[in-house]
C-alpha cells in the first residue's frame, strides 16, 4: 500500500516528462482545452449530476469526469499548431524547461480536478481507497478533505467568475501568441 500523496506526485511528475517531449504549444492547447474541460463541467454541473440520479458514487463521480477527460483526451490529441522553428541552444532549452513545467501544470490540473470530483461524490471516504476489493493506495494522514490535490484543487479554484477570466486568458494567449 502507497500513500496517496506518492501516487498523486509521480502521476503530475510523468505528465510533466510528456509536457517535455510534446513541447510547449501543444501543452498550452492542452491547457486550454483542460481549463474549457472545466468551463462545461462547471456550467452543465447540475445536468450532469441528474444524469446519476440516485445512482452510486462511482456514477456521480463519472458523469462529472467523462466530459472533463473527454474534452481533455481531444486536447491531447490534438495536431501541431505551428511548426518548429530552428534556434541556437538557449532557447531550445528555455523552451524545453517551459514545456516540462506547463505539462507538471497540466498533470496537476488534471488530477487534481480527478480528485476532487471522487472526493464531492463520496468515492474517498476517511478509509483507504480500495477497488474491486484490492487495497489500491491509503489516505493522507490529515484525511481526504485536507489532502493536498483535493483541498488546492484546479476544479475549485477555477470557478465562477474566474474561471471565465482564465478561459478569455488563455484564448487571447493562443491567439496572439501561437496563431
Request: proline share 2%; charged share 10%.
Amino acid at each position: 500500500m502507497i500513500n496517496a500523496d506518492i501516487v498523486f506526485i509521480f502521476f503530475v511528475i510523468m505528465f510533466g516528462a510528456i509536457g517535455g517531449i510534446r513541447g510547449w504549444v501543444r501543452e498550452v492547447l492542452v491547457t486550454f482545452s483542460m481549463i474549457f474541460a472545466l468551463f462545461v463541467v462547471n456550467q452543465f454541473g447540475k445536468e450532469l449530476g441528474s444524469l446519476a440520479g440516485t445512482a452510486g458514487p462511482e456514477w456521480k463521480w463519472f458523469w462529472k469526469a467523462f466530459p472533463f477527460m473527454l474534452i481533455s483526451l481531444f486536447g491531447y490529441l490534438g495536431g501541431v499548431v505551428t511548426r518548429a522553428k530552428g534556434g541556437d541552444g538557449k532557447r531550445d532549452v528555455a523552451q524545453g524547461v517551459l514545456s516540462i513545467v506547463i505539462g507538471l501544470f497540466n498533470g496537476f490540473i488534471l488530477f487534481s480536478t480527478l480528485a476532487y470530483f471522487a472526493y464531492q461524490a463520496g468515492i474517498l471516504s476517511n478509509n483507504s481507497f480500495s477497488a474491486a476489493g484490492k487495497l489500491l493506495f491509503s489516505r493522507p494522514d490529515t484525511g481526504w478533505d485536507q489532502f493536498f490535490f483535493v483541498k488546492n484543487s484546479a476544479a475549485a479554484f477555477f470557478s465562477g467568475p474566474s474561471l471565465t477570466l482564465v478561459l478569455i486568458a488563455i484564448v487571447l494567449f493562443i491567439l496572439i501568441v501561437i496563431i
